[in-house]
């Protein structure tokens, strides 16, 4: 797990710069969810806008959003495929998200379509961890 402040970046994810993650699973699915960083910056996630299972998406398409307190934002998928499963409990506890964003909180699965090239598109865990760092920086 790599940590750049308060936030966590765990080391066997693929990340986009929008800060959605993606954990290649077995049986040739794709758990996405939305960044540490993300839930942190938008502060308590009141409602979660959860994509239709069934549906195709390409790569850093809005397939749905999150909103908080703060404001509204699209969660890009971080992989094309189609969404073969939603997290359902999201629906009445968005907050898993703040909770829990890579564990509970996940939004959905995705049987992607090209995920080799998918994922070269994607930042490592490093990558991404710098790029927190200068978002940071910023501030």
Do not use: C
Request: aromatic share 8%; net charge negative; proline share 4%.
């Amino acid at each position: 797990m790599l940590k750049v402040d308060d936030v966590n970046i765990p080391d066997d994810l693929y990340y986009s710069r929008e800060h959605e993650w993606a954990r290649v699973e077995g049986e040739g699915v794709v758990r996405i969810g939305v960044t540490d960083y993300a839930q942190k910056m938008l502060h308590e996630i009141v409602f979660v806008n959860l994509p239709k299972e069934g549906v195709s998406v390409k790569q850093m398409e809005a397939l749905g959003a999150v909103e908080s307190v703060k404001a509204v934002s699209d969660v890009y998928s971080p992989v094309s495929g189609r969404v073969v499963a939603v997290n359902q409990e999201l629906l009445n506890s968005p907050e898993l998200i703040n909770q829990d964003p890579y564990g509970k909180g996940w939004i959905a699965l995705i049987q992607p379509d090209n995920l080799k090239d998918d994922l070269a598109r994607l930042l490592t865990a490093s990558q991404y961890a710098d790029y927190v760092k200068r978002l940071l920086k910023e501030k």
